[in-house]
C-alpha cells in the first residue's frame, strides 16, 4: 500500500542547534516533494520544493534533500529558534496532468528550547 | 496572511445536518483544493476544482460535494452530518503550472473551518 511516514514522535532540541526531520515514502513515485509548516489551529505555510532530479535544496536556515533511491526526504533546520517551534508537514506531489493533488505525511513536531 | 479567506470560523451543529463552507482563492489563483484534517488521520486530500471544472478527486464522501463559481470562489457542501465530520476543513489556491513565479505547485492554504458536529 502507499505510505507516507514521518515520524509520529515530538521533536525535542535546544536552541541553536540543528533540527533534522524525516519523510519517507513507499510505493510512490512524486515528482516533486514539499515542505511545509503548521501552527496550532492555523493553515500550512509552504517552506520548501525539492524536484525529484535534484539532491538538495537551501533556504535561509532551511535545508531539504530528496534520495529518490532511498525514499526519502530529511528537512534540516539549522541555528534553530523557539519560534521554529511547530509541526511540520511532508507532501508528496506526484505531478500528474496538472493535478496538482498533494499527499500529506502526519507530520512531525518539532519543540526548541530556549 | 496567505490571501485566501475562508467562512466561516467555526460551525457548531448537529448530526444529520447540513452545512456549507466557503472559500476564496488569492487573486490570481485558478486552483482550489479542499483538505479535511482531523487528529487521527492528519490533513487529507478532498477535491481540487480548476478554472470552474473538478480537477481531482480524494478520499471525498458521497454525502459531500463541492463546486467553484465563476468568480473562482468554492464552496464545499457537507450534507447528512455524523459526529466523525468532525474536523477543521482547509481551503488552499495555487496557479496553475507555467504560471507559478517561484515553484510548480506551491499551495497556500486558507485559515480554516473548525466544524463541530454534536
Known amino acids: 500500500s502507499q505510505k507516507i511516514e514521518q515520524n509520529s514522535e515530538a521533536l525535542n532540541i535546544q536552541e541553536g542547534k540543528t533540527a533534522t526531520l524525516t519523510c519517507n515514502y513507499t510505493?510512490?513515485?512524486?515528482?516533486?516533494l514539499q515542505w511545509y509548516r503548521q501552527d496550532p489551529g492555523r493553515g500550512p505555510v509552504f517552506l520548501l520544493l525539492i524536484r525529484e532530479n535534484e539532491k538538495e535544496k537551501r533556504k535561509e536556515r532551511l535545508k531539504v534533500t530528496f534520495d529518490t533511491t532511498l525514499k526519502q526526504s530529511l528537512f534540516h533546520i539549522t541555528a534553530s529558534q523557539p519560534a521554529d517551534s511547530a509541526t511540520y508537514l511532508c507532501a508528496l506531489d506526484l505531478g500528474s496532468s496538472n493535478t496538482g493533488k498533494l499527499i500529506f505525511g502526519q507530520g512531525t513536531t518539532l519543540q526548541v528550547k530556549p | 496572511d496567505s490571501g485566501v479567506t475562508q467562512t466561516p470560523k467555526h460551525l457548531i451543529t448537529a448530526t444529520g445536518q447540513r452545512v456549507t463552507l466557503r472559500c476564496s482563492p488569492r487573486s490570481g489563483d485558478l486552483s482550489v483544493y479542499w483538505y479535511q484534517q482531523s487528529l487521527d488521520q492528519g490533513l487529507q486530500f478532498l477535491i481540487q476544482y480548476y478554472n470552474g471544472e473538478e480537477r481531482a478527486k480524494g478520499n471525498i464522501l458521497e454525502r459531500f460535494s463541492a463546486q467553484q463559481f465563476p468568480d473562482l470562489h468554492s464552496e464545499l457542501n457537507l450534507s447528512s452530518l455524523e459526529l466523525g465530520d468532525s474536523a477543521l476543513y482547509f481551503c488552499?489556491?495555487?496557479?496553475?503550472?507555467?504560471?507559478?513565479?517561484?515553484?510548480?505547485?506551491?499551495?497556500?492554504f486558507g485559515p480554516g473551518t473548525r466544524l463541530t458536529v454534536l
Open positions: 510505493n510512490y513515485s512524486p515528482a516533486y
Open positions: 488552499a489556491s495555487s496557479r496553475p503550472a507555467g504560471l507559478a513565479l517561484t515553484s510548480y505547485n506551491e499551495q497556500f
